[in-house]
């Protein structure tokens, strides 16, 4: 494997602690302590524009399947949908009162999940923007979550080091795992939807079989905590991104370990926290966001 830095973007005056992708309209958005969610072009890196004000950091965002609007967790816990077509914010949702770290999309409900340091989670009607159910995950904060594939189960990484699964239909508890030994801060449903993948402060990688939540393997992957794993668009591979400053490629069916981006290796890489990771589905290439303020983005081969 052969990895190249294709691209070093700054712009950010803060660190950037997330970041979405939209292949499909050509953009990818990223945001952190800078009160503003950023707009940046695949194709023509020196476009940059604020998409969207926000009042606090913003430590989540995410994008619609069908690329019609984007959501915004900030620290405040108030959400903000942001319409494309409309090109302004249609809704502020005040569902929490501490920070939401995690956001994700349920297409055959139509509903946006929210979580947050409060422990709880507030589910969305994206047909009206109303609190639909909110339900309790945790005594203590939900820095993660997942969704399968199948979109039959959702799981969430909690600070008390336990990943707790629910069923998305009637949101009950299906599962609760508890072999990490510090906070859950990434989670990841392998493509097939047979895998779970688990990220920790203890810097461990636990792989689980999703038909009986087994532990599979367990891998220290990292120096530090793992905070983002992300499969790459064909599902042969996935990155990891840590606090200790690397992103490392693994092989999805043997989590063998393939390549380390970092300083210490040589490679123009981040001098600090790497915080979350997307590819560019059109041609393979990962980015990566940093507390150095930086976006890098990286030529795979």
Same mark, same amino acid.
């Given at each position: ?49 604020? $998409? ?5 950091? /913003?430590? !989540? &965002?995410?994008? =619609? #399947? *069908?690329?019609?609007? @984007?959501?915004? +967790? ?73 969704i399968s594939p199948d979109e039959s189960m959702v799981a969430f990484g909690c600070k008390d080091n336990t990943i707790r699964i629910f069923n998305v239909t009637d949101y009950s508890l299906l599962k609760? $795992? ?5 906070? /859950?801060? !990434? &989670?990841?449903? =392998? #493509? *097939?939807?047979?895998? @779970?993948?688990? +990220? ?43 606090q200790d400053k690397s992103v490392k490629i693994w092989r999805a069916d043997d989590f063998r370990l393939l390549k380390i981006i970092s300083r210490e290796k040589g490679m123009e890489a981040h001098s ?30």
């Amino acid at each position: 494997m052969e990895i190249k830095r294709i691209a070093a973007l700054s712009g950010h005056q803060n660190p950037i602690y997330t970041i979405e992708s939209s292949p499909e309209t050509g953009y990818f958005y990223t945001a952190g302590n800078d009160k503003g969610v950023v707009q940046w072009s695949f194709d023509d890196p020196g476009h940059v524009k604020v $998409l969207m004000p926000v009042k606090t950091s /913003v430590y !989540s &965002l995410l994008i =619609s #399947p *069908d690329h019609l609007w @984007l959501a915004a +967790g900030e620290r405040s816990g108030q959400v903000s949908l942001y319409s494309f077509e409309e090109n302004k914010v249609i809704a502020v949702l005040n569902n929490h009162r501490l920070p939401v770290f995690a956001l994700s999309f349920v297409h055959r409900k139509n509903e946006l999940l929210a979580a947050s340091e409060d422990g709880t989670v507030s589910v969305i009607n994206l047909n009206t923007t109303e609190l639909i159910y909110r339900f309790k995950i945790s005594d203590d904060t939900i820095r993660c979550m997942a969704i399968s594939p199948d979109e039959s189960m959702v799981a969430f990484g909690c600070k008390d080091n336990t990943i707790r699964i629910f069923n998305v239909t009637d949101y009950s508890l299906l599962k609760e $795992l508890h072999l990490h030994t510090m906070p /859950v801060t !990434s &989670l990841a449903f =392998s #493509p *097939d939807g047979e895998l @779970l993948l688990s +990220g920790g402060r203890d810097a461990k990688l636990n792989v689980w079989g999703v038909k009986d939540f087994e532990l599979k393997d367990s891998i220290t992957a990292h120096m530090f905590a793992i905070y983002d794993i992300k499969f790459n668009p064909s599902g042969t591979y996935f990155a990891t991104a840590s606090q200790d400053k690397s992103v490392k490629i693994w092989r999805a069916d043997d989590f063998r370990l393939l390549k380390i981006i970092s300083r210490e290796k040589g490679m123009e890489a981040h001098s600090h926290s790497v915080n979350k990771l997307t590819w560019n589905t059109k041609d393979g290439s990962l980015i990566s966001v940093s507390d150095d303020r930086m976006i890098m983005k990286w030529e795979i081969k």
